[in-house]
């Protein structure tokens, strides 16, 4: 891939390269315990082989090619293999400064990764898993009351007869729990779902933590 590609394409709005981390599996119908993780379906289901990757995809461009897959060893899971799979992609295209951001869902949320992130001189974007209660906690309480006329953006569509409005928040990590020292940023994004009666029948909001600061160019 040539180093021109590293850059964001006219169409796309992002300074610099994202790479998107991502985990994926199939199954098969026998599995031999190395990569093919033996599961069952259900109490009486029959066994099967699940083969599990994680993905790299060059989302800053529009096209979003995968640039790698990483096997996930049978014995382990997306927050085990994680370091590996980044260290891969960093290698297969050292020099060509192709992303500078790094992004993944709960799934590889951990202080560990996020300093494997930082540790190679890149930058991270993680959804926040609940689970993490501290840091959760300070999320809520950084953006959590927030209205929604304070929103850093809002973008409204309509799916399926139901006007969904989504809502951007971020708020600077002012006080971040131990080992989060990197952490600057936290997003907000609220998704409110509007029945035809314009009845609001449905809100989600997720948290992101991010190292990159909130008024990064």
Known sequence: MPPSAAKPSSQDELPFGVVSLDGKHFSLPSSEDHYAQRQTQ?????LV??????????TSISAQPVIDVTPIP??????GIFELALDRVCQAFAGLDLFRLVTYDAGACSKANARAVRD?????????????LSLYAEAQLWLGSRSADTADATQEDMQRGQRVVRRLYLGEATAAPEGWEHLR?????QTQTFDASNQLVGCEDR???????RDTD
């Open 185 to 189: 940023t936290i997003v907000r994004v």
């Open 49 to 58: 082989g699940v083969v599990r990757t994680l993905t790299a995809t060059l």
């Open 120 to 132: 190679r001189d890149l930058h991270y974007l993680f959804v926040l898993k609940s689970s993490q």
């Open 207 to 213: 948290y992101l933590i991010s190292s990159l600061p």
């Open 42 to 46: 259900g109490e009486h289901a029959a």
């Open 74 to 79: 049978a014995h382990t899971n997306e927050m």
